[in-house]
C-alpha cells in the first residue's frame, strides 16, 4: 500500500517544519548577496472571506523592491491551490508555489 504521508499535526503558528527551514537557509544565503533585503516566515495574513485567512509561509522582498509571496509544500493539496489562487486573484503581489524535487527548488507562479 503506497500512501502519501503526512504530518499528524500543524506545528505552532511561527515554527518551520524541516522543509521550509530548508528554504530558509537558501533565502538567507541569496539575502548574502544582496538580491534579497529582507524575508519573513508567515510575515503576512490575507483575508479572503469573512473568517477565511492565507498566511504565506515567506514574505520576500528583493533588492528593486518587489514583494512576494512564498508557499513551500513537499506536495500539493487541493485547499492548498485553491486558497494561494484564489489571494493571487485578490492581491496585487506574485504568489509563488515551491517545492523540493528532484534535488532541485521548483516555483510555479500562481
Known amino acids: 500500500m ?38 519573513k516566515f508567515e510575515g503576512m495574513k490575507f483575508r479572503l472571506a469573512d473568517a477565511t485567512f492565507y498566511t504565506p509561509d515567506f514574505m ?19 485547499d492548498s491551490r485553491v486558497k494561494i489562487k484564489v489571494a493571487a486573484d485578490m492581491f496585487p503581489i506574485p504568489f509563488i508555489g515551491v517545492q523540493w524535487k528532484k534535488s532541485e527548488w521548483v516555483f510555479e507562479k500562481f
Open 2 to 39: 503506497n500512501k502519501q504521508l503526512q504530518a499528524l499535526g500543524r506545528l505552532k503558528t511561527g515554527q518551520m517544519n524541516r522543509l521550509e527551514a530548508s528554504y530558509a537557509q537558501r533565502l538567507e544565503r541569496i539575502k548574502a548577496t544582496g538580491e534579497i533585503v529582507w524575508y
Open 60 to 78: 520576500v522582498m528583493f533588492a528593486n523592491g518587489s514583494i512576494e509571496a512564498h508557499e513551500v509544500k513537499g506536495f500539493w493539496q487541493d
